[in-house]
């Protein structure tokens, strides 16, 4: 166990909708990353917050938003969903914004029909 | 943008044999990551690295940055550490995209007792 919690595990929705994924760090963990991992691309990031501050941006859509709440943790908002987001997502937090190890979370398995 | 590579893609192997996975890269990087991925999907992170040899319990992690070059390493294999083995690096410089993690595609490690 990681002590990163992300709800909800498993999620199934239809192409248009909006969905809402949620990370609590570990405890004392000021860093949260989102990482997309699907059949076709494999692992990539999309976004990095530190202590409620958006620190880096990688391949995040622009249907894709985020945020890092006051309580440090963070949701990962997805809008106008496509078949192609079909995938797992998981956010993995550090105790900084640089080189610390990341700690995941188990994920949560977005199913868009 | 860095380019990861790992080899090999495929790996079985019997019970007892010395495992190595390689990880190459094509730019300089800040640290590298060993992760391990079971097939219910989780994430583990095995090692961080800058520089030298990291060693926990039977695994051991070496990377040489001069040619851009990691190795893990299985002591004693077992059917246990059958999972798909991902090396991730981060950039050297900071800001923008670089603060996320860059992934290999994996190695799919199976060991057979």
């Known amino acids: 166990d990681s002590g990163v919690t992300q709800t909800p595990k498993h999620l199934i929705t239809a192409t248009g909708q909006r969905v809402t994924l949620r990370c609590s760090p570990r405890?004392?963990?000021?860093?949260v990353y989102w990482y997309q991992q699907s059949l076709d691309q494999g692992l990539q990031f999309l976004i990095h917050?530190?202590?409620?501050?958006?620190?880096a941006k990688g391949n995040i859509l622009e249907r894709f938003s985020a945020q890092q709440f006051p309580d440090l943790h963070s949701e990962l908002n997805l809008s106008s969903l496509e078949l192609g987001d079909s995938a797992l997502y998981f956010c993995?937090?550090?105790?900084?914004?640089?080189?610390?190890?990341?700690?995941f979370g188990p994920g949560t398995r977005l199913l868009v029909l | 943008k860095n380019e990861v590579e790992q080899s090999p893609q495929n790996l079985t192997a019997q019970e007892g044999e010395f495992i190595t996975i390689n990880c190459s890269y094509s730019?300089?990087?800040?640290?590298l990551h060993w992760l391990q991925q079971h097939p219910g999907g989780g994430i583990v992170s095995l090692f961080m690295?800058?520089?030298g040899k990291k060693k926990h319990g039977r695994l051991i992690a070496t990377i040489n940055i001069q040619e851009k070059h990691s190795s893990l390493h299985i002591t004693a294999s077992h059917p246990r550490d059958s999972a798909v083995y991902i090396c991730?690096?981060?950039?050297?410089?900071?800001?923008?995209?670089?603060?996320?993690?860059?992934f290999g595609k994996g190695t799919h490690l199976i060991i057979q007792p």
């Open positions: 917050y530190y202590n409620g501050e958006e620190r």
């Open positions: 991730a690096v981060r950039s050297g410089y900071s800001g923008g995209g670089a603060d996320g993690l860059t």
């Open positions: 690295l800058s520089s």
């Open positions: 993995a937090s550090s105790s900084g914004p640089l080189n610390e190890a990341q700690y």
């Open positions: 405890s004392g963990d000021l860093s």
């Open positions: 730019v300089g990087i800040s640290a």
